[in-house]
């Protein structure tokens, strides 16, 4: 008798699929429905195109330029080029566009300045426009004063 209850014993018992089946669907279900809210955008959406005017200029009303001179600056000696070609235009307020344009000397005289100040090498450098134009507007708003003056554009820089 004790030979007939060893083979049952030393027969492993059969492992339920169910549970992984289940688990198998359920993952199925819950990556199905987090890709149909995300591609609809329910979440991690960004801006909604419609309400915000995708692909559409902002407003171009209540903004005006005031062009300055173009200003020719001298470099040192150390420098490969002998003088730099800079022109420019300040984007303003509308209402302010009669102010800014009484100071455009002293817009002159703060850029020429600054242009002058500056390290030569950082004028050659082409990555330091970003860095260069940021300065340039700064020192512009704080000639003009606080909500004049919106951004600086620079149509000019050559170096020769």
Known sequence: MATAEAPQEDAPKKRSKKPLLI??????LLGGGGFYATWSGMILAGEDSAEHGEGKPESLA?????????MVVSLGKESGSAHLRFTAQVEVVDTAAAEVTLLVPRILDVLNSYLRAIDVASIEDPQAMGRLRAQMLRRIQIVT???????????????N
């Open 23 to 28: 688990g198998l669907v359920l993952a199925i």
């Open 62 to 70: 209540g903004i005006a330029f005031v062009p300055l001179e173009t």
């Open 145 to 159: 004063g606080e909500g004049r003056v919106r951004d600086l554009l620079i149509t000019e820089f050559v170096l």
